[in-house]
């Protein structure tokens, strides 16, 4: 995937082969079994079955060969389900798909914003440091943290699928979790971690996205809101993993908060003894200025 170009990565397609792996009845009877001898051969054979044709087996077995001697769990399954669906391309051309180490070579794939916090960089610019799921590629499912200033968020607001002006502006940072577009993986930025500079929308993306964030308008006659609450979906309490409109992962709990000393919503994801109010108002500190965009 080294060599795709944002407008080709095929997510739907990708999350169509994951789904097969995740589902595929030999896959499914090895859980919680030892992948030893005829058992792991077995599971070379499931990951075979389910793949797209074509793909090289001798690659496909040893990008499996990890698992070897290892118990066969679920969360095993799902991390080379993500691994293989997503390096399809590399699987053709005979190479092995390992688990991301270092990043070689300049490489666009796809991702989704999954959490976020107000923060201020080293240079004093104020944004957003966004939790970002890489969905296929050499690190697929590995998630990395990134800093965006407001700035440059607002000018890229419409190629993510927000409106330029009327109802579906972007209004508050949060509403970008949820979302989805390809970034440019770089060596250049990928210490220890993945890291990107350029950002892309292709225009399914933009179609998805733009869905999404006509739903959280919550007109009546298309997505009216799922709990009957009236205020945008930036100020509420319910996360994504209860409504599909959801800004954060987790719901957010009552407690009294140090900082003001009222009782307010509390993100059970943050540490911080602070009110999610207060929280906005002491935005986290980015330290490293060379993973920020201009």
Known sequence: MGKTSPSRIDLKRIIQCRSRIEQQETLLGLLDDRLDGAYFEECVLGFVDALPKGLSRRAIRSSLFPLLGEIFTYEKLREYAWRLAGNIPRLKAGLVVLAWVSQASKEWVPVQFIDGRPAVDAKGRRGYFYRVRILAGSPALMRIWRFLPKATLLYFAPQFGFSR??????????????????????????????????MSV?????ARNRNLLRQRLHLPDVFPCPNGYVYPCFDCHVGYRDCPCGVHPRNFEVGDCAECGKRGWFDPARVEPFCVSCALQKPFHVRVNDVNLR
């Not at 002006?165 to 971690?193: A, H, M, W």
């Not at 292709?202 to 933009?206: C, D, T």
């Open 165 to 198: 002006f009327g109802p579906g502006v972007l209004t508050n940072l949060t509403e970008i979790v949820g979302l989805q577009c390809v970034v440019e993986l770089d060596p250049k930025y990928s210490r220890g971690r993945p890291g990107f500079f350029n």
């Open 202 to 206: 292709p225009a399914s993306m933009r």
